[in-house]
């Protein structure tokens, strides 16, 4: 057994005696020994095993001794080792820090206790670990609840916000000068969408809507935003494989992925340099179960160390500086590859440039584009449309797109009151449109109440929060329609329009 040990000691004759009862006892010994302050901070400089330590030294003070090995090495195990201790010394030592004791008198004990202190020691290591790894679950686990919240209340925000500077755009001459203003609030606005977006994925509950996607129309797509994102000194290139690159995933995650991973290669290139997209049909890979597409972002930049690799995916680990990166871009990329059930690599050299790689299931045959996307849907109708949310801002802007397109709108504020409306039948109500989260009552039990009196009765469901927070499975695929804010009037329209023909 390799063993690098420390020994604290005055004594050469005391030393050959120590290191032969280990010999003896199979050990491979890598040792130091050191009998002065200046030759202990030397020492711990480098990590060892285990360190034995007289208790009586004319040039060291234990306290000062213990002091050091507390600060640079707490979890190596110390052996008192002693020719004439009393029970008092030997309880003192304990107290400092000592894990165990041997008498000179009886140095056989010492192979044994040795190995005992080791397999103590590395107990201990893997218990602190543990605990580490418990207390940064609960602290993720919190940021994601807060995380969550927060982007809950944005999205309201920014679903007023988006609305009425579009009804506002619109209202305006071509020649006015404020519809370019009006457009750059639109852009912000979608930006810190984007924003909020990272914060739901990051905390696991953003809502997947997947559909049939070719990567390589995406890429093309994109194109134009991904030139302009990356600004004049990079180049840019995009090597599609042939033939489709389909998959079946949700559009706005997958750019999402794609732009914080063009961002990350972006700022990595401070000089400028080139960056390549590509896409290939993966048949065969040792860590995937069928084949996939391999969807692969190379840049030249700066590359990245080992250490910083280990690292690029934990949440908030940032290279950037203050004020340049949230740390949450890469574990938000992370996050929605694994959400996909996808597979996520990356390879880099210092000097070298890095390329992520992201292997994504390939569609089944079977798949088919969904009726929304297949379809130019008309925006338009004369339907009635009961719209129940509890926030006013989000609830007129809903009610403003609609009525601007045909359709006869009410307004409730909670769950209670739509019920008391459709079941008093008020109104011929031919769609429900709420929120999920709903004072006094869900927009869950409200839509179960309703469809037990009204089972035809159409129903999308709009939220700020994600998939984490709503429970009914049916909320995002096709038995109910879910609308996540922020959206856009056009959005909106387009969303209530299938949910009605559908």
Known sequence: MKLRLLLIEDSLDDEVLILRQLDKAGFDIEFLRIDSIGGLTYALREPWDVVLSDYHLPELDVRDVFAQLRAKAPD???????GAASEETIVDALKLGAHNYVM????????????RELQDAEARRERRALEEQLRQSQKLEAV????CSVAHDFNNLLTAIISFAQFAHDDLDESNKVRSDLL??????NRAAVLTRQLLAFGRRSVVEPRLTDLNVELQQCQK???RLLGPTIEYETLPTKGPAAVVVDRALFEQVLGNLVINARDAMPGGGKLTVETAIVEKHPELSGPHVLFAITDTGVGMTDEVQRRIFEPFFTTKGPGHGTGLGLSTVAAIVKQCNGHLSVYSAVGRGTTFKVYLPCAPKTATPTAEAAAKVELAGAETVLVVEDQEPVRSAVSRALTSRGYRVVEVGTARAALELVHAQQVPVDLVL???VLPQMSGEELVTRLKSSRPELKVVMMSGYGAGALSPPGVGEAGMPFLQKPFTPDVLLQKVRVALDT
Request: hydrophobic fraction near 35%.
């Open 104 to 115: 000179k008198s009886n140095l056989t004990r010492l192979p044994e206790t040795v190995r």
């Open 76 to 82: 190596t195990p110390v052996i008192i080792i002693s």
């Open 225 to 227: 935003t991904l030139t």
């Open 434 to 436: 709420t929120d999920f």
């Open 184 to 189: 750059e609030v639109i852009e912000c606005s």
């Open 144 to 147: 994601g609840q807060l995380a």
